[in-house]
């Protein structure tokens, strides 16, 4: 019988965790048991111990390595686990040593890229592949990257499976956090428009900088809003966009939110959702943009391409050319009421293909080659 084992690194707030949690809050529409297990603690511990399925605690003593194999293999044997699903490369090498001379499956996503990693990383990497038996995806694109850069031996082992997201909270009536009033205005009678994400590498915050000021130029009234945090590591990506703002006299146009817990009311409230890239995974927050049934604006990196079907779900426009958004914005403009009608329709399959439910069953799915 099936039974699966979640291995994560720890449960502190990120994208991985968050996904996970989501599947773990679901558990019960799954075709399958699992159980979670996790290295370290983290902010999410009391979340995650608090859904169904059992969340276990199992890491290296003394920085043991070897005792903590031979724990995680007693463990996963002792639960009946048949497959160990790894979030990361080095979780997927403890499976590999741990379920080594038994029938127990290894398979491990890959949620970002490689970029930045040392070429001893690089070579860890290539033998978490060899050791798995099952490799997933989140997106075609990223399949392509590894599949370029790495040996796979058998191609057929590799999968792509889109993150799932937790819908429901879009529809939430709850009121924003009090101890976060929000700033966005209802009374404003300029467009409400917003991007979400943290100034970090990846995002292309500075590149709306410029289509804002064109906004401005063109006399549009407008309030966008920036919603993510100052990276502490590259602060300069967050201040280069607030000088700009200030010097083109921009700072009561546009707002700089930070982090915020309350992005679902927010995405309620927008006009349109403006978005730039130059390295994604996956795009959770175009995703959600577009399943609230938000006009979406987004560059046509390959990612985004891919998520919002080649442009059906999304206005895609050309990477790093703030006239074609310009251009592609104008058309928007001038029948905005029918793009809106026409967003709102699209919301439907798009929480249709990226929902839980259809996360879960494209598990299974791979779960069942092995």
């Known amino acids: 019988m099936l039974k699966v084992a979640y291995l994560l690194g720890s449960l502190n707030r990120g994208g991985t965790e968050t996904l996970l949690l989501d599947v773990f809050r679901s558990a019960s529409i799954a075709s399958f048991p699992?159980?979670?297990?996790?290295?370290?603690g983290g902010v999410y511990r009391d979340e995650f111990y608090a859904t169904t399925?059992?969340?276990?605690?199992?890491?290296?003593v003394h920085h043991n390595i070897f005792a903590?194999?031979?724990?995680?293999?007693?463990?996963?044997?002792?639960?009946?686990?048949?497959?160990v699903h790894a979030q990361q490369y080095l979780d997927a090498l403890y499976a590999g040593l741990a379920t080594h001379g038994t029938d127990i499956k290894v398979v491990q996503t890959f949620h970002g890229y490689d970029y930045g990693c040392t070429w001893w990383q690089k070579a860890l990497?290539?033998?978490?592949?060899?050791?798995?038996?099952?490799?997933?995806?989140?997106?075609?694109?990223?399949?392509?990257?590894?599949?370029?850069?790495?040996?796979?031996?058998?191609?057929?082992?590799?999968?792509?499976?889109?993150?799932?997201?937790?819908?429901?909270?879009?529809?939430?009536?709850d009121l924003p956090n009090p101890a976060l009033p929000s700033k966005i205005d209802p009374a404003s009678r300029g467009m409400k428009l917003a991007m979400v994400g943290n100034f970090v590498r990846g995002r292309a915050q500075s590149s709306l900088c410029q289509f804002l000021l064109r906004l401005a130029?063109?006399?549009?009234?407008?309030?966008?809003?920036?919603?993510?945090?100052?990276?502490?590591?590259?602060?300069w990506r967050y201040d280069d966009c607030v000088r700009f703002c200030d010097q083109h006299h921009l700072q009561d146009s546009v707002h700089f939110l930070g982090s915020r817990s309350d992005v679902p009311q927010i995405l309620r409230q927008l006009d349109a959702f403006v978005y730039a890239t130059d390295h994604d995974t996956f795009g959770i927050a175009v995703v959600e943009a577009m399943a609230a049934g938000v006009p979406v604006f987004v560059n046509d990196y390959e990612v985004m391409t891919e998520i919002t079907h080649h442009g059906e779900w999304a206005t895609l426009y050309r990477t790093g050319n703030t006239e074609d958004l310009w251009r592609h914005f104008k058309a928007f403009i001038q029948n905005r009421e029918t793009a809106q009608l026409q967003t709102r329709q699209i919301a439907s399959q798009v929480r249709q293909h990226y929902s839980i439910a259809h996360h879960l069953q494209q598990l299974y799915d791979v779960y069942r080659t092995l």
Request: aromatic fraction near 14%; proline fraction near 5%; charged fraction near 20%.
């Open 34 to 40: 699992f159980v979670g297990i996790h290295r370290k």
């Open 53 to 60: 399925p059992p969340f276990l605690h199992c890491a290296p």
């Open 68 to 83: 903590y194999v031979r724990r995680l293999r007693h463990l996963l044997q002792g639960q009946q686990v048949t497959v």
């Open 125 to 173: 990497i290539q033998l978490s592949i060899r050791w798995s038996d099952a490799v997933c995806f989140v997106s075609k694109a990223q399949q392509q990257h590894y599949l370029q850069h790495y040996a796979f031996g058998n191609t057929e082992k590799t999968h792509v499976v889109y993150n799932g997201i937790d819908f429901s909270k879009l529809d939430t009536t």
């Open 217 to 235: 130029q063109n006399r549009i009234p407008f309030d966008f809003y920036f919603i993510g945090k100052k990276d502490d590591t590259e602060p």
